[in-house]
């Protein structure tokens, strides 16, 4: 048999498990997309976009863990199917190596999540997402920051600057499964931001320039450096997503 014919089942399953970056055709385009579907026990956490690589994470300190577990990201009931649960100690996390996918450009950039904070009142942080460094000033945090007894906003940083949501949310969560599911975002667009709640604007900033190249891993549940004179609180997580605006679609 030829060896070339020989090759080419190998190669077409290769392509399939690696594949192209596809093509993206929707005004946000994902880099990676956490469900946080883990069930107890769990060593990995899936990603299910591969655009062009999937950006898996690891529960720490250990595997994924049933109510009422701590010693990893808990298991609770989320907005879709399952959702992990993030203790007020700040030591459960799930960490995802940094890739260039996660290096965003500051002026194109949208991060999203379903977040379920229980009630800190004000001085409280829920963390989200962080991809931060104290040392350069650069990448991204998204987090809660509790404004008052069962309302919280949503903050953002980018740079070596921190911008606010004009609107609240609940913060009323009662794991492992009362209370208000939420879904927040924020969305960059050249200098243009905009903060969203359950898909409506909830506030506007002018979005500094630069580049979020630095190499530490994304955690999800946890920050690398915490907003100084805050105390960390539990919140609930589901449906994590990190992408970029369309340039066909961007209004710079």
Known sequence: MNRYLTLLPLALLLF???GPTASCTTPICLKAHWPLNESPGATSVQDVVANPIFNQGTPKPGAVVAWPGFSGPTQVSGQTAGALYFPGNGSTWVEVPSTPDLNLSYGSLYLEAYVAPVQCGAGSYYPILDKWDTSSQDGYTLYLEGVAAGQARIAFRLGNQTFFSSQTLPANFTPPSGGTWTQVAVKVDGTSGTFYVNGAPAGTFTAPGGATSNALPLWLGALHT???????????????????????????
């Open 226 to 252: 915490p907003p100084a004179g805050f105390f960390h609180c539990e919140v609930g997580l589901d449906e994590v997503k990190v992408g970029y605006v369309n340039p066909i679609f961007s209004g710079q």
């Open 16 to 18: 399939a498990c690696s």
